[in-house]
Every structure is written in structure tokens, then in C-alpha cells.
């Protein structure tokens, strides 16, 4: 156990740290499922909203901090290979 006051607030920045992280990450999660989901049902106009919706989120944790850019348009990126893998033909 923490003895002083400065191991005792860093514990208390720790645990804030953990469960900010943990929620971006379930988030971040979600999103992609919710675009393979899509994909797997081969539902194309589906997984376009959900992609979008994920491009969209996935920006705006670039501009807060929580992802760095470059694993952010990778993530996007293949996501939006498995969208296109079902488009149907012109």
C-alpha cells in the first residue's frame, strides 16, 4: 500500500486512466463488430452506414487523443476492404 500522498494520488490517476481506457476500447470494439456484423449478414447498405459511422468515430478519437492516426485509418481502412468485399456489382 501507497505511503505517501504523491503514491496515493497517482494510484487515484491510475485507476481514472484504466477505466477511460477500458471504455474507449469496448467502444472502439463495438464499432467494429457492428460493421462485420453487417458484413457477415451481407447486408451492404448496413455495413456502409456502419463503416461510415466508424470513420466518423474513429476521426474524432484521433482529434481527442485516444487513438494515434496511423492505427486508427488502418483499423478503418480494412474495415472498409470487408464493406467493399460485398458491394454488389454496377
Not at 463495438?30 to 466518423?56: F, H, P, Q
Not at 478519437?61 to 483499423?75: E, F, P, V
Amino acid at each position: 500500500m501507497a505511503n505517501n500522498k504523491s503514491a496515493l494520488k497517482r494510484i487515484r490517476q491510475t485507476k481514472k486512466r484504466t477505466e477511460r481506457n477500458r471504455y474507449f476500447r469496448t467502444r472502439i470494439k463495438t464499432i467494429t463488430k457492428k460493421v462485420e456484423s453487417a458484413v457477415a449478414e451481407g447486408n451492404y447498405e448496413a455495413a456502409l452506414e456502419a463503416w461510415k459511422e466508424a470513420n466518423k468515430k474513429f476521426q474524432g478519437y484521433i482529434n481527442k487523443g485516444i487513438l494515434k492516426k496511423n492505427t486508427a485509418r488502418r483499423k478503418i481502412s480494412r474495415l472498409h476492404h470487408l464493406v467493399k468485399s460485398i458491394e454488389p456489382s454496377a
